[in-house]
């Protein structure tokens, strides 16, 4: 095998992030009286993608992240409701999701038997560890580590001198980030200096300045990458 360390991205990565999305978002707004359908999930989901992309460059804080992204939804849908009592309503719906990406858990029990893998997601604490708690995935992972804790989000150089830091014996020539986002976990591969795989099942065209080492449309096909 031709890495030790496997830095894995959770969301659309691990979990099937659109479908725990719109899972908790129905959850809370059903519970709080409000209506759900299709296009206002649409609305959320682009709206929350906006922020979190605004968090990557540093534009905005995630206290900030949390209840603006709900105050957007109330503007552009015209829903009432207290948008720092529905972020609290979504957090813990969100938590309550797990459902992962075809093929994950297999792929992390098999990669668990030839490296140490390690999570590294921008995610919440409080719903990501909870999530990974339920997903059955922890017993083989050695670590996880959230932006939210460490005080720095990927890509941050900051965050991955964090986690190569705290990692025992780190080799950068033997770690390989895998995720699905060029501005998240490549771009952070790229500055860090390790080598990256992007997740890419939709075949979507690479218009960014970053180059990832490895494409792969399945988490399967990584082992017939890195095994070269």
Not at 80 to 87: H, K, S, V
Not at 99 to 113: M, Q, S
Request: net charge negative; aromatic share 12%; charged share 20%.
């Amino acid at each position: 095998m031709k890495y030790d360390i496997l830095l894995l991205d959770a969301d659309d990565t691990l979990f099937d992030f659109a479908k725990c999305e719109r899972a908790a978002l129905q959850n809370t707004l059903c519970e709080a009286g409000l209506p759900f359908s299709q296009a206002i999930y649409e609305t959320y989901s682009a709206i929350n993608l906006s922020f979190w992309k605004m968090l990557e460059r540093g534009e905005i804080d995630r206290d900030a992240l949390r209840v603006k992204r709900f105050e957007a939804l109330m503007v552009q849908t015209g829903l009432q409701y207290d948008a720092d009592a529905i972020n609290k309503r979504y957090t813990e719906a969100l938590a309550n999701q797990s459902i992962l990406i075809d093929g994950a858990h297999e792929f992390v029990k098999t990669a668990a038997r030839v490296c140490r893998l390690y999570i590294v997601t921008n995610g919440m604490a409080y719903s990501q560890e909870k999530r990974f708690a339920a997903s059955g995935l922890l017993p083989y992972i050695t670590d996880v580590f959230i932006s939210e804790k460490i005080g720095a989000a990927k890509p941050d150089k900051a965050f991955f001198d964090y986690v190569f830091s705290a990692i025992p014996a780190f080799d950068p020539g033997k770690a390989l980030i895998i995720g699905d986002s060029l501005s998240s976990d490549i771009a952070g591969g790229v500055n860090a200096g390790i080598d990256t795989c992007w997740f890419n099942p939709s075949c979507a065209v690479n218009s960014t300045p970053w180059q990832p080492v490895y494409q792969v449309r399945t988490l399967q096909e990584v082992f017939i990458k890195i095994g070269e």
